[in-house]
């Protein structure tokens, strides 16, 4: 079992290891929501300004999630929330209902999951107003019509500089894939799964809308091909991290939308969850260009290697870094 | 591509082929609806006593179909269906819709194809009352239902001696999987899909309802290992041949209904179909033991041996042939 994250001093070494890794990325830390975690132990982090967000599990859902959060029994964390709206710590949903909770849930399965979820989140949001809640990897048209009707009742006006209480990450895969990618296909799987073709349509339009409550999140996960191509079932998710800006380009420029791109990958989420240019550790930009980009087959070599999305396919947008 | 069995010269020689390889075995041969089958050529099969069916496949819903029937132009086919009817060849129906049929059913996905196929199965036996149809692999409870709903609209006093006209053939694996269980794993991955709980319950309610028109059709496909661990889209198709009687002896006696077994694997099959006893080559017949038995976790060797459905898991009756 690989251990979850959920001591501040496991986020400060997990941190400086991947900040080694990767010098130039701007990371933002996450607990994983347990039931070891405490309000006083939130109230205890004010100040140290390193964990930005705890991280919410259904327990068995997805790849790690053995020690997450039973939804049936949810608010018994309705103290640690108080305390995280008081410090101002985000919390960060993987926004299903699990199917093995007890057998609680016979009418739920990994179609359905998200949607029945989505009473939880406003139960939260009703009970905690200014709790700063992002609903990440949004696949459901359901999902999209509740978080616009949550950031719509909060913000009637439409007043752009509102604060947004209520966010909705949405992924690269998620934008193109629906039911029949995955079926039987280890690469296309991911958690929540793609849904049906009119849960797509409603996500590409929230995610091409102008909404700052809708922003990108990569929901990148780099499983080796010999764990994809495991006998069993195989572990959920989708590498996308090397050529997300292409995909989304194709995306964005299907919907004559290439204007609010940047929006979408950078300035939404940013604003969320704010974060100033200056706080950025690499002021590099992407430049965009149209020219073929081929998705290599195979990223990394052997059993080790991982298949991205994509694999083989040829893309129209390639990215480049500026100074 | 694989050629498919079209005419009846196809037919016998493909039947010699098998038989070879599994001479106690008794074949009902079928020919592939295609635009190529005329209604002359129906007429023309009458005492031939080769063809017994006519098979439906939807153009490119499932492993070789592409020759198959677009459901958008299916009334086409009367004359062919009126032909049968008179010559007494049988309609196997793959009752799903296609959706890949010139884009016209954006709302056709792999979990309601087979719902939304049921219209269709409706207006062919409201049309040819008195032809045989069988609706292959049912997989959801909408099919359940309309089976029932025909077989109690043709037959309405339940005489137990009437003629089925419509019939409903179920798997073993279907019986036992739901849609969690093919995400991302092709050995759980055939055509129709493994639909929700509810549908599985309907299903396999109807198999031990003790119904003749419920009755099983294993749909065993042995793909080879390779093929299903190509990382593009698999091939649709799961291997239960090697132990279909120990998977259904299991949910028959978790019904409780383990009298009504024999019913469901040989007699309303045999009555449906017109097979009499001594129509068939080998007198043999099978004993369930009610013994541990463990399912091998390939069979066959390297590339080329297959993955049973349950590979590795252990079932609890096993059987033994006797003369």
Same mark, same amino acid.
């Given at each position: 079992?690989?251990?979850?994250?959920?001591?501040?001093?496991?986020?400060?070494?997990?941190?400086?290891?991947?900040?080694?890794?990767?010098?130039?990325?701007?990371?933002?830390?996450?607990?994983?929501?347990?039931?070891?975690?405490?309000?006083?132990?939130?109230?205890?982090?004010?100040?140290?300004?390193?964990?930005?967000? *705890?991280?919410?599990?259904?327990?068995?859902?997805?790849?790690?999630?053995s020690q997450g959060v039973d939804p049936t029994q949810y608010e018994k964390f309705f103290?640690?929330?108080?305390?995280?709206?008081?410090?101002?710590?985000? #919390?960060?949903?993987h926004g299903e209902l699990g199917c093995t909770c007890n057998g609680t849930h016979e009418?739920?399965? *990994? #179609?359905?999951?998200?949607?029945?979820? #989505?009473? *939880?989140?406003?139960?939260i949001h009703t009970a905690f107003q200014k709790l700063k809640i992002v609903l990440e990897h949004t696949t459901s048209k359901a999902a999209v019509d509740i978080i616009n009707e949550i950031?719509?009742?909060?913000?009637?006006?439409?007043?752009?500089?509102?604060?947004?209480?209520?966010?909705? /990450?949405?992924?690269?895969h998620h934008l193109f894939l629906t039911l029949d990618d995955w079926a039987g296909n280890p690469f296309n799987f991911c958690k929540p799964v793609a849904k049906r073709v009119l849960d797509r349509t409603a996500v590409v339009s929230a995610a091409v809308s102008g909404k700052p409550w809708f922003f990108f999140g990569s929901d990148s996960a780099p499983h080796p091909v010999v764990n994809k191509m495991k006998?069993?079932?195989p572990p959920a998710g989708l590498y996308t991290q090397s050529h997300a800006l292409s995909y989304l380009a194709e995306i964005f420029e299907n919907a004559?939308?290439?204007?609010?791109?940047?929006?979408?990958?950078?300035?939404?989420?940013?604003?969320?969850?704010?974060?100033?240019?200056?706080?950025?550790? /690499?002021?590099?930009?992407?430049?965009?260009?149209?020219?073929? *980009?081929?998705?290599?087959? #195979?990223?990394?070599?052997?059993d080790d290697g991982v298949v991205p999305f994509k694999a083989g396919e040829t893309l129209k947008w390639s990215i480049e870094w500026r100074d």
């Amino acid at each position: 079992m690989v251990p979850p994250v959920k001591t501040l001093e496991q986020v400060v070494s997990y941190k400086q290891r991947i900040q080694k890794a990767a010098p130039n990325t701007t990371f933002l830390m996450t607990l994983y929501l347990t039931a070891d975690l405490t309000p006083e132990y939130i109230r205890s982090l004010k100040g140290t300004n390193v964990v930005k967000g *705890i991280k919410w599990y259904p327990s068995g859902v997805t790849t790690n999630s053995s020690q997450g959060v039973d939804p049936t029994q949810y608010e018994k964390f309705f103290p640690v929330f108080e305390a995280m709206q008081e410090v101002g710590i985000y #919390l960060n949903l993987h926004g299903e209902l699990g199917c093995t909770c007890n057998g609680t849930h016979e009418d739920v399965d *990994i #179609l359905n999951a998200e949607e029945k979820f #989505l009473p *939880i989140l406003k139960a939260i949001h009703t009970a905690f107003q200014k709790l700063k809640i992002v609903l990440e990897h949004t696949t459901s048209k359901a999902a999209v019509d509740i978080i616009n009707e949550i950031n719509l009742a909060d913000n009637p006006t439409e007043d752009p500089n509102a604060t947004v209480y209520v966010a909705s /990450s949405i992924t690269a895969h998620h934008l193109f894939l629906t039911l029949d990618d995955w079926a039987g296909n280890p690469f296309n799987f991911c958690k929540p799964v793609a849904k049906r073709v009119l849960d797509r349509t409603a996500v590409v339009s929230a995610a091409v809308s102008g909404k700052p409550w809708f922003f990108f999140g990569s929901d990148s996960a780099p499983h080796p091909v010999v764990n994809k191509m495991k006998r069993d079932h195989p572990p959920a998710g989708l590498y996308t991290q090397s050529h997300a800006l292409s995909y989304l380009a194709e995306i964005f420029e299907n919907a004559g939308k290439l204007n609010l791109l940047k929006n979408f990958v950078s300035t939404y989420g940013q604003q969320f969850y704010g974060i100033k240019d200056e706080d950025l550790i /690499s002021k590099k930009h992407v430049v965009l260009t149209k020219k073929d *980009i081929v998705v290599p087959r #195979l990223i990394g070599t052997g059993d080790d290697g991982v298949v991205p999305f994509k694999a083989g396919e040829t893309l129209k947008w390639s990215i480049e870094w500026r100074d």
